[in-house]
């Protein structure tokens, strides 16, 4: 069975320090990893994928996250916080790469503090 | 870009009526999905679409139907609404392969 588990509902950190969203995953198969990114009022959005090419990924924004998969890790990064990134973040997982279900992680939202 | 646009942002709908939530997406995507977004519970698969007139149950189907006549668009009904209905809808279309689009949204109250 697939799970994918976002160990924090929320995280609030100052702006221009680092940011750190956790994401771990359990899956039977190699998986396809997704960070979205939901702001207020608007639609989710593509921040970075993760489908077994390199196992650092950029995205858009400055976000990174680094597939582990001794520690079934997706980590999302961030060097330096911005107010603009203050969002509801979601961590997805695929089972297959044709695979047309998803399942989502239960959302950590991302708190800037001036 | 993909587009995937929602017909709606916001709708007020009386308990019993039937609601027709409208998805339109421009790249040809053969798979579409409605999600529901409740605060606590994130995003729940209502019902999902991998071509034309071809349709799959999600998680939480009841209560709702889908309509996919052309391949652009996934349209997902309320046969009867109920306040238990009220929500954020989010519609998704997807190329076998890569990650998803997303809609802006439609936020569904049901008084």
């Known amino acids: 069975a697939q799970s994918v588990t976002q160990l924090d509902s929320h995280v609030s950190v100052s702006e221009g320090t680092p940011v750190l969203l956790r994401c771990n995953y359990s899956s039977s198969y190699s998986p396809s990893l997704f960070w979205y990114v939901q702001h207020p009022n608007k639609g989710l959005q593509l921040l970075l994928k993760y489908t077994s090419a390199a196992t650092l990924v950029k995205g858009i924004n400055g976000f990174e996250a680094e597939f582990k998969k001794s520690e079934t890790s997706f980590h999302l990064t961030k060097p330096s916080a911005h107010m603009s990134d203050a969002a509801e973040y979601f961590c997805?997982?695929?089972?297959?790469?044709?695979?047309?279900?998803?399942?989502f992680g239960s959302g950590t939202r991302l708190s800037i503090r001036p | 870009d993909v587009k995937v646009t929602q017909s709606s942002r916001y709708l007020v709908k009386r308990t019993g009526e039937k609601v027709f939530l409208e998805c339109v997406q421009d790249m040809d995507h053969e798979n579409m999905f409605w999600y529901r977004q409740d605060p606590g519970l994130g995003l729940r698969l209502i019902y999902f679409?991998?071509?034309?007139?071809?349709?799959e149950k999600g998680d939480i189907p009841e209560g709702y139907s889908v309509s996919r006549e052309k391949k652009e668009r996934f349209s997902l009904i309320l046969e009867s609404a109920s306040t238990n209905q009220t929500s954020m809808y989010l519609c998704?279309?997807?190329?076998?392969?890569?990650?998803?689009?997303f809609g802006s949204g439609t936020r569904l109250t049901v008084v």
């Open positions: 679409s991998y071509d034309v007139k071809m349709k």
């Open positions: 998704a279309s997807r190329l076998t392969g890569a990650g998803y689009t």
């Open positions: 997805v997982v695929t089972l297959y790469s044709s695979a047309s279900k998803i399942i």
